[in-house]
């Protein structure tokens, strides 16, 4: 069985202002500023990684739960909030401890039994109450016990999601295997032991012979995620395939392509049907994240086709957040004539300067062009998030940097930049040591990264730069 465990998923349902996105925003690390910095792409508030205690998760507030709605956006939020409910691995129900128990608390309560999910039952707001007499009348709703806990002031809330998540550790004991990090001695380097030394420089094939490229192929619904998993199969020897297992179980497919292995990490819930494969589910926001965290590298489809819209730049969002390799795919090449192609060319490079570290390739799955070139990129991106950058030459490049371009002084103190070593991997992260960095701006950082991603050839993954001043 090749299944790769995911990070949880933890849903937060309830009806409006009993404090969903207020816990949402407590119990989410947000990189906001990371995104905000690239134009043109707006977060998605809904869905973030967890930051709570020692467990990953992934948290999803389901917005307004309408669940009697008959009509028009209510039903559809309704439809949603179910589908996250049911992809999610536990949830929790927010109520409202000054506003007490409601029809509506009823309902949501109703169909959160029906639904068999494992169910937190959170009395927010709840701060300046005596445990008792905030939790004392929801015990009707019939979920068990309440966790009095307020999303504003943070009473409560680490035990709360720790509960949550405990439980899911006796359910499933196995959890994610990352990739071993490549941790550099933070020490300082002698500079004549030298890139000959083995442990090299350049991302090199060689290097990569023993890691297995993962893969995850994302995009919104119909942009031709399905037809290019099927012209990558089409020709190859498929290894292994599984049908699904449960939420937190990702479907691999394991396949060989040009003497390199690949596992594609499924988003869509993939059978086979005769000779192709075809998903029995619709989109899901939940497992595209999933594929995301649990790949090295995506390959973010989009449409030719169509105009750019907010639901790709949510998912080029979460790759960012993540840090992972990318290479973007623009399908459906075929059938658009010179000045078409001219001008999406330069929409998509205008509305996706944001993603300027990966490769962007056009190509038409349905007809297989542009395939091959995909994979290499794929393939110089994976070597890129696992470059090893060593210490020597990190360093070199460095000093030739600043010997070249000096950071500017901030009042009497110029920062003064000693040595560098690499501190991890996928994305690669460097870290610089010296005096007085807290100085540094961030064009100077942008241009430390240019001069690092050129010397070490990092196409293709994020890059991250870390100063650490000796006082
Ligand atoms: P949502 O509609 O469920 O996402 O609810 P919001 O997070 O937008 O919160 C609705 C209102 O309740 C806002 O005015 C919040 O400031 C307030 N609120 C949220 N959590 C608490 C809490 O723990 N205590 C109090 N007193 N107010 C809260
Ligand atoms: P998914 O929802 O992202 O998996 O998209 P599908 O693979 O199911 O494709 C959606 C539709 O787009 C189908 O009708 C495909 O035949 C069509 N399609 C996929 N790739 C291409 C392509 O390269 N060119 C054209 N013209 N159509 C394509």
Redesign the pocket.
């Known amino acids: 069985m090749n299944s790769t465990a995911y990070k949880p998923v933890v849903a ?1 349902v ?12 407590r119990i989410t690390r947000s990189r906001a500023a990371l995104v905000a910095d690239f134009s043109g792409l707006t977060r998605d508030r809904h869905y973030g990684e967890g930051r709570v205690g020692e467990h990953p998760f992934i948290a999803v ?1 389901t ?2 739960f309408e669940p009697v709605a008959k009509n028009g956006i209510l039903l559809e939020m309704a439809r949603q909030t179910q589908q996250a409910i049911a992809e999610s691995d536990v949830v929790i129900f ?1 109520v ?1 401890a ?1 506003a007490g128990v409601n029809a509506h608390d009823h309902e949501i309560a109703r169909l959160l039994r029906k639904s068999g999910q494992r169910v937190f039952l959170a009395v ?4 300046g109450m005596r445990y008792g007499s905030a939790t004392a009348e929801f015990h009707e709703l019939g979920l068990g016990e309440p966790h009095a ?5 943070g ?1 409560g809330v680490v035990d709360l999601i720790e509960h949550a998540l405990s439980y899911l550790d006796d359910v499933h004991e196995a959890d994610a295997t990352e990739e071993p990090e490549f941790i550099a001695d933070d020490v300082e380097p002698s500079l004549e032991d030298d890139d000959q030394a083995g442990h090299d420089t350049e991302p090199s094939a060689d290097a990569e012979v023993s890691h297995r490229i993962k893969l995850a192929i994302v995009g919104r619904p119909n942009v031709g995620k399905s037809t290019l998993i099927n012209t990558l199969l089409g020709e190859d020897r498929v290894i292994a395939f599984d049908m699904p297992g449960t939420t937190r179980d990702a479907i691999e497919i394991e396949f060989e392509r040009n003497g390199l292995a690949y596992t594609l990490i499924d988003t869509a819930g993939l059978r086979r049907r005769g000779k192709v494969f075809e998903a029995i589910e619709k989109f899901s926001v939940i497992k595209t994240l999933q594929a995301i965290e649990a790949c090295n590298v995506v390959v973010l489809m989009l449409d030719a086709q169509t105009e750019i819209s907010d639901q790709d730049a949510h998912i080029a969002g979460f790759v960012l957040e993540t840090g992972r390799a990318l290479v973007v795919a623009i399908n459906k090449w075929d059938g658009l004539d010179r000045d078409q192609r001219e001008r999406i060319q330069r929409d998509f490079d205008r509305k996706l300067h944001f993603l300027s570290f990966a490769k962007m390739h056009t190509v038409s799955a349905l007809k297989g062009q542009g395939v091959n070139a995909l994979l290499k990129s794929v393939n110089a991106a994976h070597a890129a998030a696992f470059a090893k950058l060593s210490t020597p030459k990190l360093t070199r490049v460095l000093h030739a940097a600043v010997e070249q371009q000096q950071p500017p002084r901030k009042g009497i103190f110029r920062p003064k930049m000693r040595y560098a070593h690499q501190g991890g991997q996928n994305p690669p992260l460097i870290i610089i040591h010296g005096n007085a960095l807290d100085a540094i701006s961030d064009s100077y950082r942008r241009y430390l990264e240019g001069r690092f991603r050129s010397e070490f050839k990092l196409d293709g993954t994020p890059l991250r730069i870390e100063f650490k001043s000796s006082q």
């Open positions: 937060l309830g009806r409006a202002n009993v404090g969903k996105s207020t816990l949402f925003n507030d917005g307004g927010l409202d000054r927010n707001k709840a701060e806990i307020s999303a504003s002031h009473d």
